[in-house]
């Protein structure tokens, strides 16, 4: 019904009850009375349903404006990460995933092939992403570690893999510990394993697997200061 006819059927009810039982005939009141009650439950009903559209636009809105700043954060991150490698240093040329705001390091760069153990290069890596980190620019920030794998089954490290999960938690605890020991505060810190289940391209399946899946991610979230 359209909206300017409920408020028309309304103010006719209203101005019929206004004026006794008696100007109206019976069932003609009744039925002015059904609609008036209808017309108060479909208010009640497209107030509520309005109340929640607002409150879930203004989620969805909350979310986009968390991606886009952990992604702007990353994007500074690397940013001020390049700036500050030595001459010397080789081209990592990390970047960012836009769907979660992760800065990707490349798993094949910081581990060798389903290993936990970080390598020399990522280790390398690691400490001068933590003078970053640990600088006020970004102590504002929680780290959190994503791994992740690709979609190979774990074979030659099975006895401490038992399956991609593992290995990516694995992975991403390794990272975390890192960074620890190299002073980000452990309140800052946290992990998560992804799996095979989150791929940044399709995994395709060859012998040698999809290697930009195998990575783990440093998604910077903003610390929400509450009120005491």
Not at 7 to 24: D, P, Q, R, Y
Not at 39 to 60: A, C, G, W, Y
Not at 172 to 197: I, S, W
């Amino acid at each position: 019904m359209n909206k300017y006819l409920l408020v028309f059927t309304a103010l006719a009810v209203i101005m019929a009850l206004s004026c006794g039982c008696n100007a109206v005939p019976r069932h003609q009141y009744d039925e002015l009375k059904e609609q008036y009650d209808q017309l108060l439950k479909e208010t009640d009903r497209l107030t509520k349903s309005n109340k929640d559209l607002t409150s879930k636009n203004k989620m969805l809105d909350d979310k986009f404006k968390g991606e886009q700043a952990r992604l702007a954060a990353a994007q500074s991150l690397i940013d001020d990460f390049n700036k500050e490698k030595p001459p010397e240093a080789p081209k990592e040329g990390w970047k960012t995933n836009p769907k979660t705001g992760g800065i990707v390091l490349e798993g094949d760069i910081m581990f060798a092939p389903g290993s936990s153990t970080l390598s020399t290069k990522g280790k390398a890596t690691l400490k001068r992403l933590a003078g970053l980190l640990n600088s006020e620019k970004y102590s504002g920030y929680f780290v959190r570690v994503d791994g992740h794998t690709d979609d190979l089954p774990v074979i030659k490290t099975k006895a401490v893999n038992k399956d991609n999960w593992f290995l990516s938690a694995r992975r991403a605890h390794a990272v975390l510990e890192n960074l620890q020991e190299l002073g980000v505060a452990d309140g800052r810190l946290f992990l998560a394993g992804y799996g095979q289940y989150h791929p940044i391209v399709p995994n395709r399946k060859s012998p040698k697997g999809t290697p930009a899946n195998r990575r783990v991610e440093i998604v910077l979230v903003k610390e929400v200061k509450t009120e005491k």
